[in-house]
């Protein structure tokens, strides 16, 4: 392998924080190197970087090809840390009289790989987990975790759920039972009595504060979750009346994921205060506020309150909620309550990074190149090839619009039969270039028409890449939401394409079109020309949510996987590769085991053999190369 640069310096030049904004988003994890690649710090630490570049040579050297979730179990260590130093400052600063305990919620990432790390950082901290389903509490329940972190186990629950959460208190868990509604009192009383538990619990509790952004709904007055204040006033009556109020210990309150705007956080953390403080003082052992999820991550860099950008920091998170809880704890003089969070997406995300190699490129009408010259008997394609010659930084406006006028033309006399396959062609490619040198010229223009923005992102490229959207970044689709994306390498280089990316799938909702800009949404990402090397493209900060939600459409399976540590002297080491799905695997969630496939296939050859279609040593090979092909990756291998 390449002997790797230890002290990657910065890159000079502006490229790659002005068109990919790396500075913005990188958060100290990505950086440039002087020779314009794409590089990880896992730690943090400038001098301590990589190249994606090495990293892929060195998974080329070992056979296992693109595409890939790489991963940097340190940048998980490194965000626990942050994470909860940031609510021990606050706690310090503002001397508050508790503690904070964080659980991880396992809908976010629910890889083993990734909760024993997490788990394992945040030892120290008595980092806990959060699981929301049966299957979620079953993986829980072998997880090494600290004896005093916290089991929170959110959810709609049945007997089966609400008995094992009880039996794993017997087993050296704390798990707190939270209820989303009143008939969970009811069904935990039945199981309690049944298996001789007092489990602890908690309440799930609307608020009518709201959060931002495309993930608002689960918080509010109309969420599906919680109870409102009339329930939770019966629930607590009814908690009493069956001996249960005295293992009330936790209030919960979510109010959405991805919150932008650092005041609706503040606003709901003093609402969800006060209603602690009021049900302290009727008498309720609470001790926990549990203040759910919510700390964003900034996507696009931006810092604002935009969709996918988020307008604090981590501490100042921290901040707010341990400085409001104080003031209303002391206001209303009951004592504080221990602070639990359940930030998921904020401490996983950084430590993905898809990786894709674009396969080719097209672009409308025959992307600059010449075609063969073809006898022109058409008024119409004559008069194109004049405004393809003559179009100039003044005219061009007026030409382009003359140029849509004659390709409308084109189009009837084609249609009426009065035009040729060849001189359609050649119309098309006129009209195609003319486009292309409009948006040229419009470029030295001080007040751009609109028209010819439109244009350039009618005219982008499309690159196919070696990736299913739904599989590695199912947000993208389902939620329009953005992640930064950028090549690894010539990031020093002044990108000539502007592009829209597309997946193999065969779905045309499969495809990447809106990227993250610092002042807007870009229609089109500015990408190179792809030469003879292969072209990858990274997209960080995929480590939340994308795992969990992907899906195999098209039968495309998960992405060959490779964990990467780094040492201290700065070195890349590749810790473990997960391979990603076979085709077999694919199809057995699809209903076809591999014996039934091999069968049906074995029955398939010896009918052929049968209709002597091909020979006993055809069938023995096909039938290995059969098996082979159910072995190998479900992404394109070449
Ligand atoms: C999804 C969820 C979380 C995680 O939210 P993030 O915004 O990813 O931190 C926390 N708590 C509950 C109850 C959730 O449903």
Known sequence: MKELTQVLRMSPSEIPHRIYGVENWGAGYFGVSEQ???????????????????????????????PYLLRFPQILDTQIKEFHEAFRNSIAEYNYGARHRGVFPMKVNQKRSVVERLLEAGHRYEYGLEVGTKAELAAALTLKMHPGALLVCNGVKDRRYLEWVMISSKIGKNPVIVMEEMSDLKKILEVSNAVQMSPTLGVRVRILSRGTGKWEESGGETSKFGLNTIQLLDCLKLASD?????????????????????????????????????????????????????LGVDYDGSRTASDCSVNYSMQEFANDIVYTINEICQSENVPPPTIVTESGRAVVAQHAVFVTNVI?????????????????????????????K????????????????????????????????????????LFWEICRKAIKFSK??????????????????????????FQSTPDTWALDQLFPILPVTRLNEEPTEHATLCDITCDSDGQIDKFVDLRDVKQALELHSVNSEPYYLAIPLVGGYQESLGMKHNLLGSANEAHFLIDDAGRPHLDKVVRGESLAQVLISAGYPTQTLLEGF??????AQTQTKITAEEKEALSQSFEATLNSYTYLED
């Open 444 to 469: 030295s223009m001080k007040q751009r028409p609109e028209e010819f923005a439109d244009l350039e992102n009618i005219l982008a490229s499309k690159f196919i890449c070696n990736f299913s959207v």
């Open 242 to 294: 069956s001996h249960l109020a005295q293992q009330l210990k936790m209030l919960h309150f979510h109010i959405g994921s991805q919150i932008t705007d650092i005041r609706r956080i503040k606003t709901a953390i003093k609402e969800a205060a006060r209603v602690y403080a009021k049900v302290q003082k009727m008498g309720y052992p609470v001790a926990y506020l549990n203040v759910g999820g919510g």
């Open 360 to 388: 080719r490129t097209l672009s409308p009408g025959l992307g600059g190149t010449e075609i063969p010259g073809s006898r022109v008997d058409s008024e119409v394609v004559r008069e194109m090839m004049d405004l393809h």
């Open 390 to 429: 003559d179009i100039n930084p003044k005219n061009f406006r007026e030409y382009y619009h003359d140029a849509l006028q004659h390709r409308e033309e084109l189009q009837s006399l084609f249609n009426l039969g009065y035009l040729n396959l060849q001189n359609r062609a050649h119309g098309e490619w």
């Open 602 to 607: 074995g029955q398939v050859l010896t009918g």
């Open 36 to 66: 314009g690649c794409l590089t990880v710090h896992p730690t943090r630490n400038p001098l301590m970087g990589v190249e994606f570049v090495a990293l892929l040579q060195t998974l080329a050297q070992r056979k296992v090809r693109a």
